[in-house]
């Protein structure tokens, strides 16, 4: 039998922390308490500490703070910044470890039901888009019997930003090969000069992404 996942606690007789920012007035005590509540969810996220990149998992989320799964190696205090979508950011600080799995708490305050929401904000001009992940892989893109070199400049789970290439159209059906990833079917998006987007047909499994992400997301430039 699968041992559950320990849920998310936020409470400041558990980790002091929190106590700044759950401490309210007497009178305030039931908004304390709705701030307080949490829910368990699912939510794929990228998770940038220190510039390094990773692809995580929401398990627990509330108001004030959540739970991740990620593969990033963290410590209580250190910041971190949490994208659900291009249009879901929010930034927070670690406030305990325990394994794989982090308790972060929030800058400020978030929207719960903006973030659950599958709606995106149609006042903006920019498309919402899931989470991409910077990197300069080695890739190429084959048509029939043809194929053209290229460099992937950012990948998800559910396509691939390329450069190098020039020819296509969108709509083309292609077979795009990202070193260290399965070759994977994928239809031409948006053609940009020398810049093609790529959605797979077949979206990428997490698990792969999550271990190829270990040594190809680009990191920051030693100072």
Not at 85 to 113: C, H, Q, Y
Not at 145 to 174: I, P, W
Request: with cysteine; hydrophobic share 40%; charged share 25%.
């Amino acid at each position: 039998m699968k041992t559950p996942e320990p849920e998310f606690d936020d409470s400041p007789e558990r980790y002091p922390a929190f106590q700044a920012v759950v401490s309210v007035p007497t009178e305030q005590n039931e908004d304390r308490r709705q701030l307080k509540r949490h829910i368990s969810v699912f939510l794929l996220a990228k998770i940038v500490a220190n510039g390094r990149q990773s692809l995580g998992r929401v398990l627990n989320l509330s108001e004030l703070g959540a739970k991740l799964d990620t593969r990033l190696k963290l410590t209580p205090g250190q910041s971190l910044f949490l994208e659900i979508r291009s249009d879901l950011k929010v930034g927070g600080t670690v406030r305990w470890v325990r394994d794989k799995m982090v308790g972060i708490e929030f800058n400020n305050p978030i929207n719960i039901a903006g973030f659950l929401s599958r709606q995106k904000d149609h006042s903006s001009r920019v498309k919402a888009r899931p989470p991409r992940y910077d990197c300069e892989v080695a890739a190429s893109v084959s048509v029939k019997a043809n194929r053209s070199v290229a460099e992937a400049r950012d990948v998800s789970l559910l396509g691939a930003r390329l450069a190098g290439l020039t020819d296509f159209r969108v709509n083309d059906e292609v077979l795009v090969t990202i070193f260290g990833l399965q070759p994977r079917l994928a239809k031409v998006a948006w053609v940009n000069q020398d810049e093609v987007g790529v959605t797979f047909l077949k979206p990428l499994n997490f698990r792969d992404l999550d271990a190829w992400l270990e040594t190809n997301a680009l990191q920051p430039q030693a100072k």
